[in-house]
């Protein structure tokens, strides 16, 4: 079997869409990728709708939380993807990286709890086959 491929998710706050975008892609890409998420300004603390949300779909790990974007710097990355138009704009340049992208995602943060749903089934629907298209 050959090396998984990481994946890096950047957002602004790391607390919903790139924490939802990490579960989802470990879960459903687990056998090809390994996903991690950051934040250009994290928040240091993950959205509890996000987390329930994953939760209640067996998706959600311990390991998971808001990352500050010096503690992925360094690692080396076959993607990057930007989830929010904020972090595109602002995302720095990684040395070690092969390709970024961008699929953004509207933050369902501070919205009805309905609102987290659709952002998740968004990302399942619309990042998982451009992922696997590119790494799997």
Known sequence: MSQKKNVL??????SCRSIMAEAILNTYLGECVSAQSSGVSAS????????????????????????????????????????????????????????TIHVGFDDPSGKAVEEYETTYNLIKKELLPVVKSELC
Request: with cysteine; glycine share 4%.
């Open 44 to 99: 240091g603390k993950v959205n509890p709708n996000a987390q329930a949300l994953l939760a209640s779909k067996g998706e959600w790990r311990e390991v998971y939380h808001s990352k500050v974007i010096e503690t992925v710097l360094d690692r080396e990355y076959d993607l990057i993807i930007t989830v929010c138009d904020n972090a595109k704009e602002t995302c720095p340049l990684f040395p070690n990286a092969v390709k």
């Open 9 to 14: 998710i950047l957002c602004t706050g790391n």
